[in-house]
């Protein structure tokens, strides 16, 4: 009795980095693209597609490629994109799924995650004469309407000197 063994060996995902990780201001331009390399570390050919995890994040994240071929060996770089237009502040996650049919390992998972930045509030001006005191630097300060001037204060003689004045307008 003969008996005959053949071992074919399968395509094999590598995918690196593991995580993609972006950061946008809420209303701002998109931040830079990242790449994403996926590899053939197996044998034959590597037939890939990738998918977006939730389908609704294909609002905010795109790849430059969605299928490919790669031979044993063989590498090809995608470049991953976010898009903050139109998103309220906060943190998005979806998952690229790298899927091959045969490879021993489909499919492979990608983690993309996108920070929103909240737009920082306007500085709050004050209107009109204001006054204060930095104790520290020993600079007093009056903000007449117009006018700005610094004042020194001295220790011994407990007097106030002009040390700048300016004169808007």
Same mark, same amino acid.
């Given at each position: 009795l003969a008996v005959g063994l053949t071992v074919s060996a399968l395509p +094999?995902? $590598?995918? !690196?980095?593991?995580?993609?990780?972006?950061?946008?201001?809420?209303?701002?331009?998109?931040?830079?693209?990242?790449?994403?390399?996926?590899? +053939?570390?197996?044998?034959? *050919?590597?037939?890939? *597609?990738?998918?977006?995890?939730?389908?609704?994040?294909?609002?905010?994240? $795109?790849?430059s490629s969605f299928s490919g071929k790669l031979v044993a060996g063989q590498?090809?770089?995608?470049?991953?994109?976010?898009? %903050?237009?139109?998103?309220? !502040?906060?943190?998005?996650?979806?998952?690229?799924?790298?899927?091959?049919?045969?490879?021993? +390992?489909?499919? !492979?998972?990608?983690?993309?995650?996108? +920070?929103?930045? %909240?737009?920082? %509030?306007? %500085?709050?001006?004050?209107?009109?004469?204001?006054?204060?005191?930095?104790?520290?630097?020993?600079?007093?300060?009056?903000?007449?309407?117009?006018?700005?001037?610094?004042?020194?204060?001295?220790?011994?003689?407990?007097?106030?000197?002009?040390?700048?004045?300016?004169?808007?307008?």
């Amino acid at each position: 009795l003969a008996v005959g063994l053949t071992v074919s060996a399968l395509p +094999n995902i $590598t995918r !690196s980095p593991k995580a993609l990780l972006f950061q946008a201001p809420e209303g701002g331009a998109s931040p830079p693209s990242k790449s994403l390399e996926i590899k +053939n570390s197996g044998a034959g *050919t590597l037939a890939w *597609t990738i998918s977006v995890d939730p389908a609704v994040a294909i609002a905010w994240v $795109t790849v430059s490629s969605f299928s490919g071929k790669l031979v044993a060996g063989q590498f090809e770089s995608i470049d991953v994109t976010v898009d %903050p237009a139109g998103l309220p !502040s906060g943190v998005r996650t979806a998952i690229l799924r790298i899927s091959a049919g045969g490879a021993s +390992n489909s499919p !492979s998972l990608v983690a993309v995650a996108f +920070n929103v930045l %909240p737009v920082p %509030p306007p %500085p709050v001006v004050e209107e009109g004469p204001t006054a204060g005191f930095c104790g520290l630097l020993g600079v007093e300060f009056l903000i007449p309407v117009g006018i700005l001037a610094l004042w020194r204060r001295r220790r011994s003689l407990r007097r106030v000197s002009p040390l700048l004045v300016l004169v808007a307008g």
